[in-house]
């Protein structure tokens, strides 16, 4: 298969914490093997991941083995039919969305994968960048202004 897998691990506000950008022929829980490890390592108060049903089976255990992380997976209600935004899945879904704003991350330009995690940091890095100049903006604006 042709194409591109982009595993993220966002905060609970959605901002990235590490990327892992492997081949779509990667599953997820090959991918998270790979990425869970590096973010224990970088962050050490990292306690519980949640995660969609592609990181199912015996991946939960060997998560709370070996790192010591709690790993809930988030299962879509069987009973419901069309879009229902989940629990605590929602907020890596809005990651990817902001991520596609940027136009470099819309189509798979890159060669390689360490420059496509590059391209997906520095999206990041841009948009952090923005909200805090827009806060600061706003900041500046509601100072009293100094009597001439």
């Known amino acids: 298969m042709n194409g591109r897998k982009r595993h993220l691990l966002t905060d609970t506000l959605g901002l990235l914490l590490t990327v892992l950008v492997t081949p779509a022929s990667t599953t997820d ?6 990425l869970l490890p590096t973010a224990t390592g970088r962050f050490r108060r990292l306690a519980r991941v949640w995660a969609d049903g592609g990181y199912t089976g015996h991946h939960t255990d060997w998560t709370t083995q070996h790192l010591g ?13 069309g879009f229902q935004a989940l629990p605590r899945r929602w907020v ?19 060669r390689r994968t360490d420059t496509s995690e590059a391209v997906i940091r520095w999206s990041m ?18 100072l009293p202004r100094p009597a001439t």
């Open 125 to 142: 890095i841009a948009l952090m960048n923005r909200r805090l100049a827009a806060r600061q903006h706003l900041r500046h604006r509601s």
């Open 69 to 81: 992380l709690a790993l809930d997976i988030v299962r879509r209600p069987s009973d419901v039919q």
């Open 29 to 34: 829980r090959d991918g998270a093997r790979t």
């Open 92 to 110: 890596v879904e809005r990651s990817f969305a902001w991520l596609l704003r940027s136009r470099r991350l819309v189509r798979d330009y890159e």
